[in-house]
């Protein structure tokens, strides 16, 4: 929050909700997002798996983050270096369970 420039008092009285639903509904389609990608290019063990998964965080996860570094007031290099981070390794991670569970 203190790289955004917010404060905990800026949140009071917000509804949870959307928040909880964002948080299952956004993972959810980047997971299908990334099964589709993995069955298009026929990648079946884990190294090729975590790789398609690492390129799709890097152009896409990441990629799409810089817009907020671009547009947003703030152009936090530190939200953006963190989120971007963050895109990277859950992709990455997400194509390796992909691959777990195509060879169960």
Known sequence: MAASGYTEADFEG???IWPMVGGF???AV???GIGLVIK???AST???CAT???LLGIFLGAGQLGYALVYSLE???TLFALNGLYAVIT??????VFAVFKNV
């Open 75 to 77: 152009h936090s290099t």
């Open 40 to 42: 298009w290019r026929g």
């Open 46 to 48: 884990l190294a090729t």
């Open 91 to 96: 992709h990455t991670l997400g194509g390796a």
């Open 30 to 32: 980047i997971a299908f």
């Open 14 to 16: 917000a509804n949870p």
């Open 25 to 27: 509904v956004v993972p």
């Open 52 to 54: 398609t998964g690492l």
